[in-house]
């Protein structure tokens, strides 16, 4: 089955930090790039970061630039997001997301993480 | 960045009528758009891309159009499952930029 599955999110004091994983299965993961898109509680969504396929490349939203770091394993077809310096503002849903080049075809059911003391 | 504008915030249609959804984007995206829908509680899934082009599986009630910096999408009779929240995306630019969702409700 064609599918993207997150882990790691949970609850988490401000200043720390979560590292998330989205483990890809039914597809070359290789092939793709990928992103994080976050959606705060009630709220829409908003990209974080991308990754080209080889790792070579990297972006980050203007909001956890210098914070987050993405990364991926093509060998163990999955894709992380560290996060550090976590704020109450980093509270979200976090989904990965493959990139088809014509939009985002490939979404997993997303994770949970919650930056409260 | 590219600003997308979604509206209206909320639409109110009756099943079996037509939904039209308005995307604006701050600068032209040629046609590098896309549209989403959202379940609660699900991951949004691709509905839209190229402005005009379904996604696989999508139902051919679904259409999209525009070019530039003003889109469209269009549900020519809505049914049950289609009332969820409804995202564009434009990918001509970084960052990939979302408008802030226009939720479509049963009237």
């Not at chain 1, 070579?56 to 310096?85: C, E, H, P, W």
């Not at chain 2, 995307?23 to 959202?38: E, I, M, P």
Request: hydrophobic share 35%; aromatic share 12%.
């Amino acid at each position: 089955e064609v599918q993207l599955v997150e882990s790691g999110g949970g609850l988490v004091q401000p200043g720390g930090s979560l590292r998330l994983s989205c483990a890809a299965s039914g597809f070359t993961f290789s092939r793709y790039w990928m992103h994080w898109v976050r959606q705060a509680p009630g709220k829409g969504l908003v990209w974080v970061s991308h990754i080209n396929s080889d790792g070579s490349s990297t972006s980050y939203a203007d909001s956890v630039k210098g914070r987050f770091t993405i990364s991926r394993d093509n060998a163990k077809n999955t894709l992380y997001l560290q996060m550090n310096s976590l704020r109450a503002e980093d509270t979200a849903v976090y989904y990965c997301a493959r990139d088809s080049l014509v939009g985002f075809d490939l979404w997993g059911r997303g994770t949970l993480v919650t930056v409260s003391s | 960045e590219v600003l997308m504008t979604q509206s209206p915030a909320t639409l109110s249609v009756s099943p079996g009528e037509r939904a039209t959804l308005s995307c604006r984007a701050s600068q032209s995206v040629s046609s590098n758009l896309v549209w989403y829908q959202q379940k609660p509680g699900q991951a949004p899934r691709l509905l839209m891309y190229g402005a005009s082009t379904r996604a696989t599986g999508i139902a051919a009630r679904f259409s999209g159009s525009g070019s530039g910096t003003e889109f469209t999408l269009t549900i020519s009779s809505l049914q049950s499952e289609d009332f969820a929240v409804y995202y564009c995306q434009q990918y001509n630019n970084w960052p990939y930029t979302f408008g802030q969702g226009t939720k479509l409700e049963v009237k």
